[in-house]
């Protein structure tokens, strides 16, 4: 099949690399604040967690911060950043606060910054650097259930990344089925998450999961990781400074990564994002 015309990408120095770290780590900073003053809990994620647990910050060649929260932590989150986010820096996006937006979950923006992920420069959704927070909501149980659940949460999933994978997928047979999954208004998709996370939320569950991902993968086959794991929470170094984590950090990274001490070989040590555009802020907090 003819593949499809390649986006010009940035190739990152290390210079770039750790003023986008720097930058990341402002908004961490802030997400950290109001959290800490209002009292809801979160915890480092993915590899921002490994690089905390590995290396006491980020790992070196990372170029994104995760974190996670239960549903009930996040909707606290998101009412008190309505007053207490600092608006002129930061903007928290998610499908309730930006109407082009088409990811399955929330980000903190640091305005005046550019950050333009490679095929998506036609978007209208808010950018500039972020953090990525996932939200966590209950998961079915029952085996059958497990399966449905999924797949439903694949179908979601696609539906909002296919204003993006028409355009970067490299495949024409699948920019054909991204085309036609973006005739799908967005905010289908995004009722379609909110439904399932409505009627599960209800329900007693062993396990929780963020629906717009697919890991813990392949130990648990992306059906979630044990609840239990998020009830009890400790504070971690990471950049010279605290942050939360779950505390059975040893358990979580080993659902995600196995061996999570063990570098990956040196052709993968690299940054994983692809960006066509990207300008941090030159203020004194990052000389």
């Known amino acids: ?69 239960l ?24 499908h309730r606060t930006d109407p082009y937006y088409r990811v399955g979950y929330t980000r903190i923006r640091r305005k005046n910054t550019v950050y333009v992920r490679a095929g998506q420069e036609n978007m209208k959704h808010v950018t500039g650097i972020l953090i990525d927070i996932f939200v966590l909501d209950n998961s079915p149980t029952t085996f059958f259930m497990k399966y449905i659940h999924r797949a439903l949460c694949f179908f979601f999933r696609k539906i909002l990344w296919s204003a993006t994978g028409k355009i970067v997928s490299e495949s024409l047979l699948l920019r054909g089925i991204y ?34 991902m697919t890991y813990p993968m392949p130990k648990v086959n992306g059906f979630g990781t044990p609840r239990d794991l998020m009830d009890d929470y400790t504070w971690i ?24 001490m063990k570098l990956p070989p040196k052709e993968k040590q690299k940054p994983h994002i692809h960006l066509s555009a990207f300008e941090p802020i030159r203020d004194g907090t990052l000389e």
């Open 1 to 69: 099949m003819k593949k499809r015309k390649r986006i010009k990408e940035i190739e990152f120095t290390p210079e770039m690399l750790r003023s986008l770290q720097l930058i990341q780590l402002e908004i961490l900073e802030e997400l950290n604040r109001i959290c800490v003053k209002h009292d809801i809990k979160y915890s480092l994620d993915g590899g921002t967690l490994l690089g905390a647990v590995r290396h006491g910050g980020f790992i070196p060649w990372d170029d994104d911060i995760d974190v996670i929260m």
């Open 71 to 94: 549903r009930e932590e996040y909707e606290k989150f998101f009412e008190v950043c309505k007053t207490e986010l600092d608006k002129e820096r930061f903007f928290l996006q998610e």
């Open 179 to 212: 085309a036609v999954l973006s005739l799908i208004p967005a905010r289908f998709a995004f009722r379609g998450f909110d439904a399932l996370a409505k009627y599960y939320n209800k329900k007693p569950s062993t396990l929780v999961k963020h629906y717009a």
């Open 237 to 260: 170094e990471f950049e010279g400074k605290r942050f939360m984590a779950v505390k059975d950090y040893h358990r979580y990274l080993t659902l995600l990564y196995g061996d999570y």
